[in-house]
């Protein structure tokens, strides 16, 4: 609540990190829940699932807007969309990762093949180049994002593990504020520059904290039998 405190106002955009439930900011979703900001906008790649993750903001009607990729594992979400409760921007997985990070980079927009001829292209603009089409996606800038690393140092150099870096650097750099929360915070100098994924100059909050990390669908196998 701390890292959030000033950030936070009805209506804003917020960009959040993780894929499924892997490397999802869990402790700042429970603090945007506590703070009661509403009529949000929120930019990530799905929607948690019901009652943990973005899910939870879900459950209390605190989002307005999700600006998404996939949605199939949260049965509110597909209550809420269906009834008209909540609005819904689909966006093509890598365009809206490319989105974030144009955002973040300074690119106001960019043009791509991906959606051309589907729903996903109306009332975008088309223009051909060397004879193929392609439609204009626009960069996100986010008011606030909020992402999950393995580790970073006392100036927010951060590393990410697995898949929890297909969203987080993206979402971390589209925000005008970033607060992130990591599980281990280590002395500045000892992450080797070359292991870094995320350069401190993107993050302006840190947190360090304990996190359930959910499994969102497990699957086993039957022990093979001797």
């Not at 870094?196 to 699957?219: A, D, M, W």
Request: hydrophobic share 40%; aromatic share 6%.
């Amino acid at each position: 609540s701390e890292a959030l405190d000033g950030l936070l106002v009805d209506g804003m955009t917020i960009a959040a990190g993780g894929f499924g439930l892997c490397g999802i900011p869990e402790l700042l979703i429970d603090a945007l829940v506590a703070s009661g900001v509403k009529d949000l906008t929120i930019a990530s790649n799905n929607c948690g699932v019901d009652g943990f993750g973005l899910g939870k903001l879900l459950d209390t009607r605190q989002i307005r807007k999700m600006i998404s990729s996939y949605v199939g594992e949260n049965a509110e979400f597909m209550r809420q969309y269906l009834s008209g409760e909540l609005e819904l921007e689909f966006n093509p997985q890598g365009t809206l990762a490319e989105r974030m990070r144009a955002g973040g980079a300074g690119i106001p927009g960019f043009y791509t093949k991906t959606g051309v001829g589907t729903v996903v292209a109306e009332g975008k603009e088309h223009k051909d180049f060397d004879g193929v089409t392609y439609i204009l996606e626009r960069g996100i800038v986010a008011d606030v994002s909020i992402v999950k690393a393995w580790k970073a140092d006392e100036s927010g150099n951060a590393i990410f593990r697995k898949t929890a870096r297909n969203f987080n650097p993206p979402a971390a750099m589209c925000g005008r504020v970033c607060v992130m929360e990591v599980e281990e915070i280590v002395p500045t100098g000892s992450i080797d520059p070359d292991l870094i994924h995320l350069p401190g100059i993107y993050v302006h909050r840190l947190i360090q904290g304990t996190h359930e990390k959910r499994i969102e669908q497990r699957t086993v196998r039957k022990r093979e039998e001797a």
